[in-house]
């Protein structure tokens, strides 16, 4: 029960909170980007497995107790195959988020790819900024893309 209640409380926190905290903490650079996109990945796939996990089909696992499979024979071909689709679609899926909120995190000071888009807009740079949005579009499009492409194959199989 406190696991749960850790999790809550460090999902109800925002990226860019866990940002500055983490710039203040360790100074600004990739190192506190880092430290913030690994706890807030955290958070997320541990609610999103807990909900796979929670809706596993019982039946196989009942029908494989009646044949009276042991614990190990359980987990390998009953549990196991229900959830490696989901639990790898989940971790595509959170890469994609973390893609976007790197940016964010770049904006104040945490290195990652919103680091190049400050530093071109705090010099005027304004063709380098506009180049760079269309970059990160064009690379959030594709990345969107491929894994709507993986998930979609995962989980139908």
Known sequence: MLLFLLLIVIRTIPAIVYGLMFIRVTGPGPFAGVL???LTSIGMLA????????????G????????RCTLMEKIRFGIWPQL????????????DMNLRDAT???????????????FAMN?????????ILLGLMLLIL?????????????VRG
């Open 36 to 38: 913030t996109m690994s």
């Open 47 to 58: 609610k999103l497995y807990v909900y796979v996990i929670e809706d596993l089909d019982k």
């Open 60 to 67: 196989v696992l009942e029908s494989m107790e009646a044949i």
């Open 84 to 95: 490696t689709a989901l639990f790898l679609s989940i971790v595509i899926y959170r890469f």
């Open 104 to 118: 964010v995190l770049g904006l104040v000071g945490a290195g990652g790819i919103g680091a190049p888009l400050i």
């Open 123 to 131: 010099a005027y740079k304004w063709s380098e900024v506009r180049a």
């Open 142 to 154: 594709v990345v969107e893309y491929v894994s709507n492409r993986i998930r979609t194959k995962l």
